[in-house]
């Protein structure tokens, strides 16, 4: 299979090249606005659709990464990167008749849940359970941005024919064939290599001088972080699962790993994709050593 990563030399789409590169299953191509040291990229910027479209051509599935991850940046940041470029690689992915695409959700999708009930969600025996069916609450305009993307990529995958032709001729005038699946994957906390545990926002504050090991904050981020991890390999088997789900149509999968203290519902997850996630943050009582 033939994949092609938007953003793939972030966090995410290194985790993936790392987990799933080296399987005789799949062929990546990696895409990012600039070139990568250690792996062959395609330089392409998401914003210009005239830039993206002939790196599509012969492509099974997509996987769009690309994007500004910035909870306090600007609309017109948010705007140009996440929003026009999303809408941008999708109609590339349309014209060159890509079947399968695959979108980096996120948790900020329905973030005010969090923004309202921290730090008590953090609590294993917290009584919340969020389904992908909840209403969205997002809390930035990042947040605003991975709604949009779920949006146009059901309309891109569920748009018709207007059954009514002429007596209702606005019914829906922007039909595609393709892609015939879109799957959203609402991402938790992806951290890099070094960081890759439950304390890895902790000791990452504490390697920047942030906060001290023995500090509140320390306490606090690893609080959230063993609720929110997403492991690397927990990562890989999520996107394996995707690309071989033959599904057609749109829908909404959870990511993160089989954290005890995870206020999101994984089952349909589970049940859907078959994910068995292999990592636990409340397992983890201390950072690695």
């Known amino acids: 299979m033939h994949i092609l990563i938007t953003?793939?030399?972030?966090?995410?789409?290194?985790?993936?090249?790392?987990?799933?590169?080296?399987?005789?299953?799949?062929?990546?191509?990696?895409?990012?606005?600039?070139?990568?040291?250690?792996?062959?990229?395609?330089?392409?910027?998401?914003?210009?659709?005239?830039?993206?479209?002939?790196?599509?051509?012969?492509?099974?599935?997509?996987?769009?990464?690309?994007?500004?991850?910035?909870?306090?940046?600007?609309?017109?940041?948010?705007?140009?990167?996440?929003?026009?470029?999303?809408?941008?690689?999708?109609?590339?992915?349309?014209?060159?008749?890509?079947?399968?695409?695959?979108?980096?959700?996120?948790?900020?999708?329905?973030?005010?849940?969090?923004?309202?009930?921290?730090?008590?969600?953090?609590?294993?025996?917290?009584?919340?359970?969020?389904?992908?069916?909840?209403?969205?609450?997002?809390?930035?305009?990042?947040?605003?941005?991975?709604?949009?993307?779920?949006?146009?990529?059901?309309?891109?995958?569920?748009?018709?024919?207007?059954?009514?032709?002429?007596?209702?001729p606005t019914y829906v005038t922007n039909t595609r064939e393709y892609p015939t699946s879109f799957y959203a994957l609402r991402i938790k906390t992806v951290l890099g290599e070094e960081y890759d545990h439950p304390y890895g926002l902790a000791e990452m504050g504490v390697d920047e001088g942030w906060w001290e090991r023995d500090s509140e904050e320390y306490g606090y981020m690893a609080d959230r972080l063993k609720c929110t991890w997403l492991s690397h390999r927990d990562l890989g088997q999520l996107v394996d699962c995707l690309l071989g789900h033959d599904e057609p149509g749109f829908d909404i999968f959870w990511g993160v790993s089989g954290n005890d203290g995870t206020w999101v519902d994984l089952t349909y997850t589970r049940d859907r994709l078959g994910y068995e996630p292999q990592d636990n943050g409340a397992e983890w009582d201390a950072p690695p050593e």
């Open 7 to 168: 953003g793939a030399n972030g966090t995410v789409g290194s985790a993936i090249i790392d987990q799933l590169g080296a399987t005789d299953e799949y062929e990546f191509t990696c895409l990012d606005v600039e070139d990568h040291p250690d792996r062959e990229t395609v330089v392409a910027d998401i914003t210009d659709r005239d830039d993206l479209r002939g790196h599509f051509d012969d492509v099974d599935a997509v996987i769009h990464l690309a994007a500004a991850v910035d909870l306090s940046g600007s609309w017109e940041k948010i705007l140009q990167n996440n929003i026009i470029g999303t809408y941008n690689v999708l109609q590339a992915a349309a014209e060159a008749e890509v079947e399968k695409f695959v979108f980096a959700s996120s948790i900020h999708t329905v973030g005010m849940y969090e923004v309202e009930l921290s730090p008590e969600i953090y609590d294993p025996e917290y009584d919340l359970t969020l389904t992908h069916e909840d209403p969205v609450r997002p809390d930035s305009f990042y947040g605003l941005s991975k709604v949009f993307g779920e949006a146009v990529g059901r309309l891109f995958v569920e748009s018709q024919e207007n059954p009514l032709g002429d007596l209702h």
